[in-house]
């Protein structure tokens, strides 16, 4: 059972590409904390670089990080 979960985990980094999304800005966003991704903003534009298996998967973490950060 280990195994198996290490095995998923090691297959999962081994596929693990980065994709630059872009993702709208809400006008009144703040930044709070630290920052997970690398990313330019312009006016309310944003281009995040996001670690994922795939580019629908990297469009949803950088929306979740805009929409976690901002309610």
């Known amino acids: 059972m280990v195994q198996d979960e290490f095995n ?3 297959n999962r980094i081994k596929h693990l590409t980065e994709y630059e999304v872009e993702v ?3 006008d009144d966003f703040q ?3 630290e920052v997970p991704y690398d990313m330019n903003i312009a006016g309310d534009k944003a281009w995040v670089k996001v670690l994922a298996e795939t580019m629908e998967e990297a469009k949803i973490k950088a929306n979740e990080y805009f929409e976690g950060k901002y309610k």
């Open 24 to 26: 709208s800005v809400p």
């Open 8 to 10: 998923a985990i090691m």
């Open 31 to 33: 930044f709070y904390g």
